[in-house]
């Protein structure tokens, strides 16, 4: 057969709801998005001026756009489809919870940053505080609503030297991503009290940690990892 020679990517055009769209008189901006299980878009979108004022939008695969009602809306910063249901994971910095498409709370979860979905929509792995300023990783089972620490740095290094810290100087890199087969976390820190993001992997199963990239002044911009679905072996 003859290979198409056509090899430009299908690229489709989505309209950004009005209220969403950056002008001078209106500096917004869109500050997380993601696809639901059915293909939607949904996004959040929020005022430059303090960040607070969101909007929440979901827009279908034909156009259609529909907005979560004001409370329902402030202050969230990410919304976080599950992977195998059809309700959403609301973050708003500290605070998640549960709601359900149209934003109504359907559970509430405990204090996290960059929380993260299990690939079976059953867990939830997020960075927590305990004794402050120690803190950690945690993974949460919603049904049982029992807490697994993973990591927690040790209570005898409290100091800029601790091992790890996904919460630290004012880090917005320490992103979550779990393996398709739920047994490990790759996460971005800082490490040793750096201000740069390093890579790690977790195994939840033995509890340990492996040091991927280290935390460089080059890797500033590290953090986001995302484990790919597709299995290379």
Partial sequence: PTPSSNLDPVIRKIELPKSCRWTDQNPRYVKSIAWTRHQSLIL?????????????????????????????????????????????????????????????RIKNLPDGRFPSWSPDGTKIAY????????????????????????????????????????????????????SPDGNKLVFSATHMGSSNAALFLIDINTEDITYLIPSLELLDQLGSPVWSQIDYR
């Fill in 44 to 104: 959040v979108c929020s005022d430059l001026q303090d960040g607070n004022n969101a909007e929440v939008w979901i827009i279908s695969p034909d156009g259609n756009q529909s907005i979560w009602d004001e409370q329902q809306s402030k202050d969230v910063v990410r919304i976080l489809p599950s992977p195998v249901e059809d309700i959403f994971l609301v973050n708003s910095e500290y605070v998640n919870y549960i709601s359900d498409q149209q934003g109504n």
């Fill in 127 to 178: 960075f927590m505080i305990k004794d402050s300023p120690r803190n950690g990783l945690v993974i949460y089972d919603i049904e049982n609503e029992e807490e697994h620490w993973i990591y927690i740095q040790p209570k005898e290094n409290l100091g800029p030297e601790a091992f790890i810290c996904g919460i630290c100087c004012s880090n917005d890199k320490g992103k979550i991503s779990w």
